[in-house]
């Protein structure tokens, strides 16, 4: 039985893939030379470039192998698990958090034997033939390196053995079997190569397939991501009141038990907090906006705009400082004290203050390109008419640039409902109902992340909520932006 | 083509509505234009024609400083209309472009209703006092413009959703509802079909009635038939200017010939 360790896995997945590289290189370069040498050199008897064929032979030589590859990876360890089942009792092995663990045991011995086996502290007989009956084998892997947290029964370590064989014997066919089927594919993709072969028309095919690949896994993460969390929140849903999460008026989280668990606190704090900071950033963003498209030159654009887009790359955790050490002592020293309304550094006008400036060079980038699109020919027929430059923007640009500006300003919400690090440093942490914007509030963000950090179990109320919280922060911000894109589609003016 | 018409019209004196004189222009590097000599009669169409790139748009746009939008544009020498200036510093360009209206190549109607699109004139520069006489100039200029018909049962509706002929009606009925003294057309038919070709030649012929009217375009054949003077316009400089019927029938630059007969263009 040749022995390939656990540990090399990732090594000879790589090798096996720059395996199939070189056969998609020679496939390139052999498959080129045969197209050119069917014609006799003259290339314009081709049906394909040259060069489509050389990418076609690429393409054979890689992509079935790549596939086979892909597929043996991701079943391999379903299928070593399912065999493993009879080691164990099957009462155990039918409860998902024991197998998980179990399994988890079961590889951690299984590298523990390939280190050992490494470092030469155990001849590669010996890792198979081991037993608990000859002593303690936490102590001999602990010798070596290997820590483990108990002692290792009898049944893990022969399910470990196990394993390693069969992973090593999975290794040996994976490694045959793909590189049999990029042989294959290689040498049909070499047969197919002549005159009159369309390899242009599979080249183009298998771009458009690429091409397709790459949208599909952003919409199935999306996908993925919802349906994770929905779950979570349907465990939620059968341990506590529903009702009283969308409707009770206090937030109390007690690990202990008899929590309460009102959403409405932290919804009025997000929704607070997001008012304050479009107010900030609306205004100013699309002033910056106009400022830069219509009256500043060329050359105080080129200056001004970049300088702008600065603040869009600070991280977020420094805004956040920059409103618990500088925003917030001056909102409470100079505004909440003289007019006696609070004594709190972090404040809801703290941190919408703060998320406004952040939301400053979002809103004013897309208004920019916004109002840049609006064409030339309305601001001539404007001037034309004898129209000063604020009554052009005033009531021919904004007018048909405002669908764009709307969906701007609410994508910029969605922004500001979602921002986590500035309200946990800038707002605070107390969940209450109140319309004083200078008393510390908090969002659903900053709450799903306090309820999740820490020692938890996804198992109590307590912690569930964060996903009922995601979900109802994910609806929000979707519903936002789906109201965005009807209102720019339903209002967009068409220009030629 | 109807020359006897035209050169019956011609013998009709008229004021002098716009003097130019050693007008040259620069954009940036490019000298588009080179001493202009125009004088524009007053209730006459005067036609400017040329190949692309002559420098007839780049004048018309000087009469109404419409270059002065434009960042690298320089324009030197005297323009009087009426005698007064219009490139002195005392001059608002916004005023005068109350005076001298323009209409342009693509329509380019407001994202606004129809009615708000001609009411935008007389409500920028405060030429009504109430609701009804703003009305009645909206009506007024549309019926000028031979809109009014089509559209006096939809006045709240987007301007945008007209057909390309009647857009254009409306930006003409828009530029002259601020009753201007001249009005500018940069090829005003370049976008449109004959049949809306034929509609807003035949509203110029009206128009000329009122105002001074100056229009660019690359069609001899509408020069011929709209026009009373035509200014023949290549590589920026201004050619021959005359009568219409005179530049059609006996040019006596060589050039204007070979534009004319279509050796040029």
């Known amino acids: 039985m040749p022995d390939i360790r656990a540990g090399d896995f990732l090594m000879s997945v790589f090798i096996l893939i720059l ?97 050992a086996v490494a470092r030469g502290a155990m001849n590669a007989e010996e890792s198979v033939t081991l037993s608990t009956d000859t002593g303690s084998v936490r102590d001999r892997l602990a010798s070596v390196g290997v820590a483990l947290g108990a002692e290792v029964t009898p049944q893990v370590l022969e399910a470990a053995q196990a394993y390693r064989a069969q992973a090593a014997t999975g290794a040996l066919w994976r490694t045959v079997l793909t590189l049999a089927v990029a042989g294959v594919a290689f040498l049909w993709a070499l047969r197919l190569t002549q005159g009159e072969f369309r390899a242009r028309n599979r080249v183009e095919t298998v771009i458009l397939g690429l091409l397709m690949l790459a949208s599909t896994i952003a919409i ?94 600070i991280p977020t955790v420094v805004f956040g400082l920059f409103a618990l050490v500088t925003v917030g002592p ?4 100079w505004l909440a004290v003289p007019s006696g309304l609070g004594s709190s550094g972090s404040s809801v006008m703290t941190a919408g203050l703060v998320i406004g400036i952040l939301n400053i060079p979002f809103i004013s980038s897309l208004a920019d390109d916004i109002i840049n699109a609006v ?62 914007p200078f008393e ?57 | 083509m109807n020359d006897m018409r035209i050169v019956e019209r011609a013998v009709e004196t008229r004021n002098i509505k716009i003097s130019a004189r050693g007008v040259q222009v620069h954009y940036g590097d490019k000298h588009a234009l080179r001493d202009v000599d125009v004088d524009i009669l007053d209730n006459t169409v005067t036609a400017f024609i040329g190949p692309s790139g002559c420098g007839k748009s780049t004048f018309l746009r000087c009469l109404n400083r419409m270059n002065d939008t434009v960042a690298v544009a320089k324009v030197s020498g005297t323009i009087l209309l009426d005698g007064e200036d219009i ?44 609701k009804a006489e703003l009305d009645e100039v909206v009506e007024a200029s549309l019926r000028k413009a031979a809109l009014w018909n089509e559209v006096k049962d939809r006045l709240q509706e987007g301007g945008t959703g007209l057909s390309g002929g009647q857009q254009q009606r409306l930006c003409i009925a828009r530029a002259i509802a601020t009753s201007p003294e001249v009005l500018l057309m940069d090829e005003p038919c370049s976008a449109l079909d004959p049949i809306a070709t034929a509609q807003v030649e035949e509203l110029i012929d009206e128009l000329r009635a009122s105002f ?44 204007t010939e070979s534009y004319i007969t279509g050796r040029i263009g």
């Not at chain 1, 939620?236 to 008899?258: C, E, H, K, R, V």
């Not at chain 2, 002195?88 to 380019?108: C, E, H, I, S, T």
């Open chain 1, 19 to 115: 395996a199939l590289l070189v056969i998609g290189l020679a496939g390139f370069v052999l498959c080129r030379a045969r197209a050119v040498a069917s014609v006799q050199g003259n290339v314009r008897q081709l049906h394909s470039l040259p060069g489509y064929h050389g990418w076609h032979g690429f393409i054979m030589g890689v992509l079935p192998g790549l596939a086979v590859l892909v597929l043996w990876v991701i079943a391999q360890p379903m299928v070593i698990e399912r065999n493993l089942s009879n080691y164990f009792p099957t009462a155990q092995f039918e409860d998902a958090a024991q197998r998980t663990l179990l399994m988890a045991d079961v590889r951690r011995v299984a590298a523990g034997l390939d280190t």
């Open chain 1, 220 to 313: 199935l993460t999306t996908i993925g991501i919802v349906l994770s969390m929905l779950s979570e929140t349907i465990r939620f849903a059968s341990m506590y009141p529903i009702a009283d999460f969308f409707f009770g008026l206090t937030w109390s989280p007690n690990f202990q038990g008899n929590s309460e668990l009102g959403l409405l606190p932290l919804l009025w704090g997000t929704l607070y907090i997001s008012l304050v900071a479009m107010i900030v950033a609306v205004p100013i963003g699309l002033f910056t906006a106009i400022y830069l498209a219509e009256y500043a030159s060329a050359r105080v654009r080129s200056v001004v705009k970049p300088l702008i887009e600065i603040i869009a790359g």
């Open chain 1, 330 to 333: 001056l909102i409470r020293d």
């Open chain 1, 375 to 436: 064409p030339q020919s309305l601001r001539d027929g404007s001037y034309g008419m004898g129209a000063t430059r604020s009554e052009t923007v005033r009531q021919v640009i904004l007018p048909a640039a405002l669908p764009g500006i709307v969906g701007a300003v609410l994508l910029a919400a969605s922004r500001a409902i979602g921002e986590t690090m500035i309200v946990t440093m800038g707002a605070g942490a107390a969940a209450r109902l109140d319309l004083n």
């Open chain 1, 440 to 496: 510390a509030m908090t969002t659903i963000t900053v709450k799903i992340v306090s309820q999740l950090t820490g020692d938890t179990e996804f198992n109590s109320p307590e912690t569930l909520v964060a996903f009922a919280l995601g979900m109802t922060l994910f609806v929000i911000t979707l519903g936002l932006n789906v109201f965005a894109l009807y209102i720019v589609r339903k209002y967009r003016e068409q220009y030629e």
């Open chain 2, 87 to 130: 490139y002195d510093r005392r001059v608002d360009p916004v005023q005068l472009r109350a005076k001298v209206g323009m209409v342009f190549q693509k329509p380019n109607p407001f994202p606004k209703s129809i009615y708000d699109n001609v009411a935008y004139g007389p409500r920028i520069h405060g030429l009504t006092r109430n």
């Open chain 2, 212 to 255: 001074s009217v100056v229009i660019v375009t690359h069609s001899m054949q509408q020069a011929a038939r709209v026009s009373q003077r035509t200014a023949f316009f290549h590589l920026g400089n201004l050619v021959e200017y005359g009568e219409t019927g005179a530049i059609f029938t006996k040019p006596s630059d060589p050039r």
